[in-house]
């Protein structure tokens, strides 16, 4: 009902930048809210930043003042600017649509994309 296209993931070096996108389609009404999660090897999945129809956005302590989270409400796309890429900010990073309604339901549902790899490394 719903799917994702991500891009923007790659190799970088150190205090390199790295914009990443992710676009949902399909039966879309609405959705509350967008963003990016990321998993290293070993550790848990975790909340980078996400973004609200509103606007609102909520980050990640170690990414704050270095990634910036935007959106197109009208394209269902959300956006992740990262500069000042360090080492450990390597991980699969994720696309999520928090509190979507699908036209014809009711019900809001959380949905991910398939993940996009970033490696920073010199």
């Known amino acids: 009902q719903v799917q994702f296209v991500e891009s923007g993931g790659g190799l970088v070096q150190p205090g390199g930048s790295l914009r990443l996108s992710c676009a949902a389609s399909?039966?879309?009404?609405?959705?509350?809210?967008m963003g990016w999660y990321r998993q290293a090897p070993g550790k848990q999945r975790e909340l980078v930043a996400d973004i609200t129809t509103g606007g609102s956005t909520n980050y990640a302590d170690s990414v704050k003042d270095r990634f910036t989270i935007s959106r197109d409400n009208a394209k269902n796309t959300v956006y992740l600017q990262m500069n000042s890429l360090k080492p450990e900010d390597t991980a699969v990073y994720y696309c999520?649509?928090?509190?979507?309604?699908?036209?014809?339901?009711?019900?809001?549902?959380?949905?991910w994309g398939q993940g996009t790899q970033v490696t920073v490394s010199s």
């Open positions: 399909g039966s879309i009404f609405s959705i509350y809210a």
């Open positions: 999520n649509a928090h509190g979507v309604v699908v036209t014809g339901t009711h019900k809001p549902n959380d949905y």
